[in-house]
């Protein structure tokens, strides 16, 4: 099975604070993404990245950066956090062109910032 | 029970019947559409997807239903458990739009016995 792993689960930072958020996949998968989700909106895409070194903004990037240096690990950056960044964060990937599109999903990081 | 698009975001399905949950998609240049299922404390979990070139697609007692008519989608439990309950996502992805996936709200399943 495809396995997405983020590096925490919950995180407390401060208001300012340079929050890096990390995401690793083993499935040699193209697609990477970062999705925010937040009560009664569903999940929003923040970035992806379809190839290394590649990045599109999504629906929502104010306010965050993005980092894919090697194929398995997409790094989300928030450079500087503000209270309404407090947020469920969602990584997934995916096959990419030619092999499907069905997004596998990490567990996620509650992030609080105070 | 029924729930019609995003207007009732919470279904209550008592142990044994069957769910039908809905969804009313954007976008008629999407191609294919997917239903995702999150327990609580856990990332979204695929639970079964449709071309747009179908109208149906079974599963493991789930059933996907597509009606591009009137850009409908639903997602049928049957003999509804209490493992089942969790908030199910549906999705679209616009053709050419590089995988990108667009989703809805979300519906509340709660399933009492």
């Known amino acids: 099975d495809v396995k997405v792993t983020q590096s925490s689960r919950y995180l407390v930072k401060r208001t300012g604070e340079k929050v890096f958020l990390e995401c690793v996949q083993d499935?040699?998968?193209?697609?990477m993404f970062w999705y925010r989700q937040d009560p009664g909106l569903g999940l929003r895409l923040i970035y992806f990245?379809?190839?290394?070194?590649?990045?599109e903004k999504g629906d929502i990037p104010e306010g965050y950066s993005v980092s894919r240096e090697k194929k398995e690990r997409f790094s989300l950056i928030l450079e500087s956090a503000s209270t309404n960044q407090t947020s469920m964060y969602l990584c997934?990937?995916?096959?990419?062109?030619?092999?499907?599109?069905?997004?596998?999903f990490g567990s996620g990081t509650q992030l609080s910032v105070l | 029970g029924e729930n019609v698009g995003l207007h009732l975001p919470t279904l209550s399905v008592q142990e044994g019947d069957n769910s039908i949950i809905n969804c009313a998609y954007s976008?008629?240049?999407?191609?294919?559409f997917i239903w995702y299922k999150q327990e609580s404390g856990k990332g979204p979990q695929f639970i079964i997807d449709?071309?747009?070139?179908?109208d149906k697609r079974q599963g493991q007692r789930v059933t996907v239903l597509l009606n591009k008519t009137v850009k409908h989608l639903s997602l049928q439990i049957a003999a509804t458990q209490p493992g089942d309950s969790a908030v199910y996502f549906c999705?679209?992805?616009?053709?050419?739009?590089?995988?990108?996936?667009?989703f809805g709200a979300g519906t509340q399943v709660v399933v009492t016995p």
């Open positions: 997934a990937s995916s096959p990419g062109t030619g092999g499907g599109e069905k997004l596998f």
């Open positions: 499935m040699d998968h193209e697609n």
């Open positions: 990245s379809y190839d290394v070194k590649m990045k």
């Open positions: 976008n008629s240049a999407s191609d294919y």
């Open positions: 449709i071309r747009s070139n179908m």
């Open positions: 999705a679209e992805k616009v053709s050419d739009s590089w995988g990108k996936l667009q």
